[in-house]
């Protein structure tokens, strides 16, 4: 795996000249004295319709402070779940990267000082199946982004890469936000006769400075629902808790459309066979900090694309919550977010 430059590059040396010339990283906030390292991970938040989303990575782009942007990175291929060495392709099914599960797809020495933005590049072309979604009745869908091969799926919070350090940051890929299916996609020719559209909802978490939040669900609440909804194992589908900031302490769960209220993340809630309870995890959240958690078990009712839930109406809507709370988290901790009848 090389830093700064394409694949037939393969001395970290030749990629640092690279990086401090060819590349745009000698101007702007950088100092072309001194490296640092930059360790760059995946994790994503989970979906319901899906058994795999798998995305065909082509490389990572960084702009300097400054300068242009660099030569495409080619991911680690240790990292990919299938890797083409002829292109540099890196594929990875996102859905093994969940709760506090990350996989380091880059760590390498760059010229230290601030980075504008990361691109993701992938091969994400309609009607292709480079990338695709495999659904829960086993159907291969093509999974595609507009002008996704030209463009990548930008991050624009900056980054910064510290003289003789390391600095290390995670990418969550919430699929749940990610994922479209709109009308009008057909492709009779695929087993899948649906093309899912792939919307970038991503984002980038100071690794060191992250903690996370777990905990069970009380079953009485999901019965006592009449929305809750038995799955053909026995225990209960579609359960999920949506994790919202709540800095003031006055956030209210809301659906996902796209708008400022959006959950940041998400986190399913599976029947754990040995603990015999409803548990979740979810982690990489920004600490210390305090969040409000929406309990719902009609996630698959939610569709990102639609304003679906309006939180102030009385009256029985298809996603709604079945529970809210809030809780503070701290810095390397996991916060108990369970849920209980009695709160």
């Known amino acids: 795996m ?78 990919c779940d299938d890797f083409d060495q002829a292109t540099g392709t890196c594929s990875i099914n996102l859905l093994d990267l969940v ?32 990338s695709y979604i495999r659904t829960m009745d086993g159907r291969m869908c093509s999974l595609w982004t507009p002008s996704g091969s030209e463009t990548g799926l930008k991050i624009v919070s900056g980054i910064t890469v510290t003289a003789n350090g390391v600095s290390d940051y995670t990418l969550d890929f919430d699929v749940r936000k990610s994922i479209t299916n709109p009308p009008g996609q057909a492709n009779p020719d695929q087993q899948c006769a649906d093309n899912y559209l792939l919307k970038p909802a991503i984002r ?40 919202f900031d709540n800095p003031d302490g006055d956030t209210v769960a809301d659906d996902l459309d796209g708008d400022a209220g959006d959950a940041l993340t998400s986190a399913s809630v599976l029947w754990n066979d040995t603990e015999q309870s409803y ?23 939610d569709d990102p694309a639609l304003d679906d839930y309006d939180p102030d109406s009385q009256e029985d809507q298809a996603f709604h919550f079945v529970s809210e709370r809030s809780v503070d988290v701290a810095v390397d901790e996991t916060a108990d977010g369970s849920f209980s009848s009695s709160q």
Request: hydrophobic share 40%.
């Open 204 to 243: 980038i978490v100071d690794s060191t400075e992250v903690g996370a939040i777990a905990g069970t669900v009380d079953e009485s609440l999901l019965t006592a629902d009449q929305s809750c909804v038995l799955g053909q194992s026995g225990t209960y589908d579609h359960v999920a808790v949506y994790v």
């Open 2 to 79: 090389t830093a700064c430059t394409s694949p037939r590059v393969t001395s970290l040396a030749a990629a640092l000249l690279l990086g401090l010339s060819g590349c745009g990283g000698g101007g702007g906030g950088q100092d072309a004295s001194n490296t640092g390292t930059l360790t760059l991970g995946l994790t994503d938040g989970p979906v319901d319709n899906a058994l795999e989303v798998v995305v065909a990575f082509t490389g990572i782009e960084l702009k300097p402070a400054g300068g242009p942007p660099m030569e495409p990175i080619v991911m680690d291929a240790t990292a």
């Open 99 to 130: 709760g506090t599960q990350r996989r380091v797809v880059f760590s390498e020495g760059l010229p230290a000082g601030d980075y504008q933005w990361i691109r993701l590049l992938v091969d994400a072309e309609r009607d292709g199946m480079t």
């Open 279 to 301: 548990d979740y995890e979810v982690g990489f959240l920004l600490a210390p900090g305090s969040y409000h958690l929406g309990l719902t078990c009609t996630a698959d009712a």
